[in-house]
């Protein structure tokens, strides 16, 4: 339906005709006046635009045609192949601030997408609920249905799992590329219409180039772009990051189709985000741009980590060191918090490709550098099971050990290489009885976690195990203080809010004594639980007398 424009018009000099009709043209929406709209004699229009005044106006004119009457103008369809922790979040967020884009997440798992459809979304992430709500039903859809909108789509956005390889060629250190490579050959085969090919997935470098070559030898006349747009989401703050990101990163080849592709890309993004952040690469510093970025902020944790080993045994306070250190500006305070160690989906696995990567490039002593950044890590959680066991007269067998927070960090819902599930397994390698409690990972997730071998959580949830045998020794409850109920020691492994707010004293009334508190993100303050009673082990903080001469590592 045309827009009508209603304008007044003021007398003026001859000289300034025709500068309204000029003015009007270039106002509003798309919508514009027809150079064979009927016109007032010169000396009727106002003249210039910037000098408008309040005058009487001596007559009332309107414009009546829209260049929509003859050019229909289709939405734009975007297609995301993955409903998961990245896709998700992502396009509820596209079709929040792109109304006129019509935006499908889809996925093989009918569960997952029944979930998406559902009040229970299948991933917790501050805001998210509410930006999903608001736009499923009108330009967010969610369906089962890949291959109809793969078809329909224009730019399709390929966020699949790519696990670490268990076997074969590369396997504990290269991406197994198996369902990139499907999702690749699916587009391929579904397609009748050019196509934009979004890498949205963390993949090695010149990914790109084979999932290229894929398209075109398939193509049937079809033209395929391959762009790489990585994501830098946080989860937690996931919502947040994408309203207003440090940057949003292009990458595309140097040829005049793909510019072209990297500017309609661009454009969307353009539509809540300022374009000085929009940055524009080929497509291999794209891709090692995602991975040097994880590498580098999972380097900043074992740093302070390995210093916190070192405050421990000389009695310098961590958190003192890392402010310390954070206020060079060269620095900066981020990523600088001690604790029990990294997780999450992204920094091992990202570190392992890297690796990987630089061994067949033939860089081994850089391969090398960034083995120590997981070696560090692993090496802090162990020498965290190993301070619970010595402090507790060097074993935990038979003993309840409350577990606080099984997610990788506070405000998700993501287990996945979360430092709780190493601890675990190892405080259950000594016959420890664990009682876990986390406000946002079911009973379930935990089982399948501790069950689980090594990598398995990659890969889509229906190859997982689909009913992990439980682990006897671990019981999961939704409350902390059913959890901490006649238990000997408390470990804390999220650092979520609540943890800080518990009371404390009636946790110890309530426990084996002496009453034990290993502090893994330093959350509590060891002052106050000292007062009470507990022993505590608060990572890089002075020791207790109890603990000094204990051994930090068996």
Partial sequence: MPVWWVGATYRRTPSESGSLFKFLRRTGSGHYLSRRTPLLPPSFYTGNESSYSRRRPSLLFLSFRSPLRHKKINMVKICCIGAGYVGGPTMAVIALKCPSIEVAVVDISVARIAAWNSDQLPIYEPGLEDIVKQCRGKNLSFSSDVEKHVCEADIIFVSVNTPTKTRGLGAGKAADLTYWESAARMIADVSKSDKIVVEKSTVPVKTAEAIEKILTHNSKGINYQ?????????????????????????????????????????????????????????????????????????????????????????????????????????????????????????????????????????????????????????????????????????????????????????????????????????LLGDKAKICIYDPQVSEDQIQRDLAMNKFDWDHPIHLQPMSPTAVKEVSVTWDAYEATKGAHGICILTEWDEF???????????????????????????????????IVYSIGKPLDLWLKDMPAVA
């Fill in 500 to 534: 800080k707010k518990l009371d404390y004293a009636k946790i110890y009334q309530s426990m084996q004594k002496p009453a034990f508190i290993f502090d893994g993100r330093n959350v509590v303050d060891p002052v106050k639980l000292r007062e009470i009673g507990f």
């Fill in 226 to 426: 391959i762009l790489s747009n990585p994501e830098f989401l946080a989860e937690g703050t996931a919502i947040q990051d994408l309203f207003n990101p440090d940057r949003v990163l292009i990458g595309g080849r140097e040829t005049p189709e793909g510019r072209k592709a990297v500017q309609a890309l661009k454009e969307v993004y353009a539509n809540w985000v300022s374009e000085d952040r929009i940055i524009t690469t080929n497509l291999w510093s794209a891709e090692l741009s995602k991975l040097a970025a994880n590498a580098f902020l999972a380097q900043r944790i074992s740093s302070v980590n390995a210093i916190s080993a070192l405050c421990e045994a000389t009695g310098a306070d961590v958190s003192e060191v890392a402010y310390a250190v954070g206020k060079d500006t060269r620095i900066g305070p981020k990523f600088l918090n001690a604790s029990v160690g990294f997780g999450g989906s992204c920094f091992q696995k990202d570190i392992l490709n890297l690796i990987y990567i630089c061994e067949c490039n033939g860089l081994p002593e850089v391969a090398n550098y960034w083995k120590q950044v997981i070696k560090i890590n692993d090496y802090q959680k162990n020498r965290f099971v190993n301070r619970v066991v010595a402090s507790m007269f060097n074993t935990v067998a038979g003993k309840k050990i409350a577990v606080l927070g099984f997610a990788f960090k506070k405000d998700t819902g993501d287990t996945r290489e979360t430092p709780a599930i190493d601890v675990c397994k190892g």
